[in-house]
């Protein structure tokens, strides 16, 4: 008997999502995927980039035109009951927290135990819940007496009631501040580190890229590239590079560097130098 559990928490194969009874549009295109266990990942990518629907598609909340799609290594087509098999295995966190104002923080958490858990353990594992995101002394509190990012940490752990494998998150800062929203990332990495959760990320904001482990770039319903975040220096160094600068640097145009005041070995130096830079962390 194998116990290793699936080699992939999320798997693609041609996915492709086609809308329109006229023209065709291709909200995604022959996307291929592979999320590890345990993995942090980040989508980004233009709005209409597909993003969003890649990961309704994961969420088994919309049906791929053709194409497959496995989540802890089950085919989404063979489910029969989604919404059970949802609320077993995949967590849900989007931009706007959605959380249900009459109940306080504790109860908002255990909504999605419902059917899953008697009283006793919901209360318990809500309870556990707000003591993982900093929020114990905030359980009988509404939702309208919570600030944004506490909000957001209750749809956190809202997302994590029933202890899934995975957890999908669309623009989960879009609607905080920078401070908020670096805070808000630190306690999913956090939950990554320490409870193994696998997180997906949608996002626009490259300051929350860079916090997980993988940047998925997507457009036209493609992926166009993947790449590793490596450290903060290399980060800065391939941000660098990708400028309007960086490129001028790197093209070898010596007339648009008038401005540099380097003589020509220095300039050369700095040229090979930023050039490593495209391989760094690319998958």
């Not at 798997?11 to 993995?39: C, K």
């Not at 802890?72 to 077993?88: Q, W």
Request: glycine share 10%; net charge negative.
């Amino acid at each position: 008997m194998n116990d290793a559990g699936p080699q992939w928490m999320v798997e693609t194969r041609d996915l492709t999502r086609i809308y329109g009874d006229g023209e065709q549009i291709f909200a995604l295109n022959g996307v291929n995927l592979m999320v590890s266990p345990g993995e942090l990942v980040t989508v980004m990518g233009p709005s209409g980039s597909g993003k969003s629907t890649l990961l309704n598609m994961i969420g088994a909340l919309d049906r791929p035109t053709r194409g497959q799609v496995f989540v802890d290594g089950k085919n989404l087509a063979a489910i029969k009951n989604y919404d059970d098999f949802r609320g077993r295995t995949i967590g849900f966190v989007f931009q706007l927290h959605n959380l249900l104002p009459t109940l306080t923080a504790r109860e908002n958490i255990e909504v999605p135990m419902q059917g899953y858990a008697g009283r006793a353990e919901r209360k318990r594992r809500s309870e556990e819940l707000m003591v993982l995101v900093g929020l114990q002394d905030r359980m009988h509190h509404l939702p309208n007496q919570l600030s944004g990012g506490q909000r957001q940490r209750v749809a956190v752990a809202r997302a994590l009631a029933n202890n899934p494998p995975l957890v999908l998150a669309d623009e989960p800062t879009g609607s905080l501040d920078t401070t908020a929203g670096g805070e808000l990332m630190d306690l999913l990495h956090q939950i990554n580190q320490s409870q193994g959760t696998t997180f997906l990320v949608v996002t626009h904001d490259i300051s929350v890229a860079r916090q997980t482990n993988r940047v998925v770039v997507m457009c036209d319903g493609k992926i166009l590239r993947e790449d590793l975040i490596g450290s903060a220096f290399e980060e800065d160094l391939k941000m660098w590079r990708f400028s309007q600068l960086g490129q001028k640097i790197v093209s070898g145009s010596e007339e648009d560097l008038d401005l540099i005041s380097v003589d020509t070995d220095q300039l050369e130096t700095l040229r090979q130098f930023l050039k490593k830079a495209e391989s760094v962390g690319s998958v």
